[in-house]
């Protein structure tokens, strides 16, 4: 009895697994990535905080065989134990490369240039912007290697595609692209103006390119600065396209938007079309263009300081005819030509100062005084655009102040700029093109009934 027990002793001693292979060393496994990599040791950033990835088929995963009497312990294979790898997402900053963050990170100039090479072949490397986001997947040094690993990186520098390097075992990269299916989707935001008719559209979801579009189309009708009250309302139907996991592909544009001004005692609206021999455009419910003859106002983000008419003059301090409006604005506020036209006159014009003198056809002709200057290019028989910058302004001439005194003639006679601009012919759809506007109203109307409440981009963290 006393030798069976002494023989079980000693097969149990023989068979027992060595503690060390029961638990594995946790110094080896970081908890972010080692500090010998800071971030941005140049600059003093700290590297930002690091997921770890947990490591597979490690040693302390490692199951051991049940004891057997006098046999030696299940070996380990080793080209199953895998070390661990660290994954961190970085943004590349004002003069990054790929390459200059891989460095960073601790890659070897040699593996980070096959790396970089390998995703040349599909991405533009010199056309990526600041805060392009790329993940980087590393095995940080060990007793084995003396240097970090780059064992994967993704970049998505498109909604529509993501490209994916990996390391094989022979140490060679190879690149994977997944494509992303794009749909168009119809969305629709609205709200009480609070404030200013951008701020409001802004925090109701209305990405910049489609509001500046909207802004624009109402520009010939409405005024922001003056025409806008409290109680008035937008509303805006936008197209935008979308990636299936929830990027947008582009900015987006308006195909409807409704605008009240004057707490509700106007209401605009305008629908996008493109007519057989035309530009694509809005044209309000009747088929007519926005586009006016003239702008409103010559100026964004002014204020009417003078009407029209009979005043006293601050300077001359008589009374007698105020041929224009003045507009009040910072200096070097940009001014815009009213319409399409011929200048006739750009330079010093006495009480006008720094002076520019538009002919337009109709019998029509504008003039914009007391400019700090005027815009390069600008000078006598050159051709202007509707709302183009033709001038900045001042307060040259006769002028107690910043701003800009705008005129408009007709047949050489002064008349009051903003009751003709209101009154302002605009093109008129006929024949086909009418009847295929009709129906193009029909198509969006119904949309903006379905349509879906605007989206906001997925934001990943960093």
Not at 138 to 167: G, H, N, Q, T, Y
Not at 372 to 389: D, N
Not at 421 to 434: E, F, K, N, P, Y
């Amino acid at each position: 009895m006393g030798c069976l027990a002494i023989v079980a002793a000693l097969g149990w001693a023989v068979s027992r697994p060595d503690p060390e292979l029961r638990t594995a060393d946790a110094s080896r496994v970081p908890s972010r990535l080692a500090s010998d990599f800071d971030f941005y040791p140049e600059s003093g950033t700290p590297m930002p905080e690091m997921m770890v990835l947990a490591p597979t088929d490690s040693l302390a995963e490692t199951s051991v065989a049940a004891p057997v009497a006098a046999s030696d312990p299940a070996p380990i294979d080793a080209d199953q134990v895998q070390p661990p790898s660290v994954e961190t997402s970085v943004r590349l900053k004002n003069g990054d490369t790929i390459a200059r963050v891989l460095g960073r990170l601790g890659v070897v100039a040699k593996e980070a240039a096959e790396a970089v090479a390998a995703l040349a072949k599909h991405v533009r490397m010199e056309r990526l912007p600041i805060g392009q986001t790329i993940t980087v997947k590393i095995r940080p040094a060990d007793d084995e290697e003396d240097v970090p690993v780059l064992l994967a990186l993704s970049i998505r520098p498109e909604p529509r595609r993501k490209f994916m390097l990996e390391r094989d075992e022979d140490g060679d990269y190879a690149v994977e692209v997944e494509t992303f299916e794009v749909e168009s989707k119809f969305q629709r935001a609205a709200g009480e103006v609070d404030g200013s008719v951008i701020a409001s559209a802004e925090a109701a979801g209305v990405p910049h390119a489609p509001l500046a579009e909207m802004l624009r189309a109402f520009s010939w009708d409405v005024n922001f600065q003056h025409d806008i009250k409290p109680g008035d309302r937008f509303d805006v139907l936008i197209e935008r396209g979308w990636t299936s996991d929830g990027l947008p592909v582009d900015a987006g544009r308006v195909l409807w938007a409704e605008l009240t001004t004057g707490g509700g005692a106007e209401n605009y609206s305008i629908y996008r079309f493109k007519p057989r021999n035309g530009e694509e455009f809005f044209y309000n419910g009747k088929g007519e263009s926005v586009v006016k003859a003239l702008l409103r106002t010559p100026l964004n983000m002014s204020r009417i300081s003078s009407r029209f008419g009979l005043r006293h003059h601050p300077v001359l301090g008589f009374t007698r005819l105020h041929a224009g409006v003045d507009f009040a604005a910072p200096p070097g506020t940009p001014i815009l030509a009213a319409g399409a036209g011929s200048v006739v006159e750009a330079g010093p014009n006495g009480g006008y100062g720094r002076w520019v003198k538009i002919r337009h056809d109709g019998g029509l002709s504008t003039g914009y005084a007391h400019m700090s200057r005027i815009a390069a290019g600008v000078h006598r028989r050159v051709h202007v655009r509707q709302g183009q910058v033709i001038g900045f302004v001042g307060s040259t001439g006769l002028s107690t102040g910043p701003h800009l005194h705008f005129e408009l003639h007709r047949n050489g006679r002064p008349v009051d700029p903003l009751s003709v601009a209101r009154t302002s012919l605009r093109a008129r759809l006929g024949g086909q093109d009418l009847v295929r506007f009709t129906s193009r109203v029909s198509e969006i109307d119904r949309a903006r009934e379905s349509a879906g409440p605007i989206e906001r981009p997925h934001v990943e963290d960093d």
